[in-house]
């Protein structure tokens, strides 16, 4: 990735300690390790997180204890952002992992125009819906059998980027 690699870290009393760093094509094998646990997530090849630069991505992952927590990736079209995946470890979660990465793909948004961020998840998985809900998102329409491995409808979700 090009430039200084922009990184935060949060702590919460009680919670894991993190810090959140673009992604790093070194950070694929790791990335598709989390990936591999959460069939929910969008089943990429490692190629696709090697390559984010040179198709108009960007990736960040959340790293805690020298391990990968969790990852999103993102991609900004005009002044649109789309989040493409988001997927933190199972023995992670509810943690801030996914609030963090979230938030910062946001504000990286936020600095490069954006107006509006946009992203499909499965129908079933309520607990990324609520998430997503919870983080300013509201559900604009749906996409019938969008997913395949297991088959499942899209919930297309929107919120506006200036909230953050």
Do not use: C
Not at 17 to 27: K, T
Not at 44 to 69: C, F, P
Not at 109 to 134: D, P
């Amino acid at each position: 990735m090009e430039g200084l690699m922009n990184t935060s870290t949060s702590k919460t009393p009680g919670a894991l300690s993190f810090a959140v760093r673009e992604l790093q094509s070194s950070d694929a094998d790791s990335v598709l390790a989390i990936q591999a646990q959460s069939p929910e997530a969008s089943q990429w090849q490692k190629k696709d997180y090697e390559s984010l630069a040179g198709n108009g991505s960007r990736g960040w992952v959340a790293q805690a204890d020298g391990r990968i927590a969790g990852f999103l990736v993102a991609r900004l079209i005009a002044d649109e952002v789309e989040i493409l995946n988001l997927a933190v470890d199972p023995g992670m979660r509810r943690q801030g992992v996914a609030e963090k990465l979230l938030n910062e793909a946001i504000a990286w948004a936020g600095q490069n125009g954006a107006a509006r961020a946009y992203l499909e998840v499965r129908q079933r998985n309520l607990g990324a819906v609520e998430f997503y809900k919870a983080h300013g998102f509201h559900r604009i329409g749906m996409r019938p059998n969008y997913y395949f491995n297991p088959p499942d409808d899209a919930t297309l979700l929107a919120a506006p980027v200036s909230r953050r």
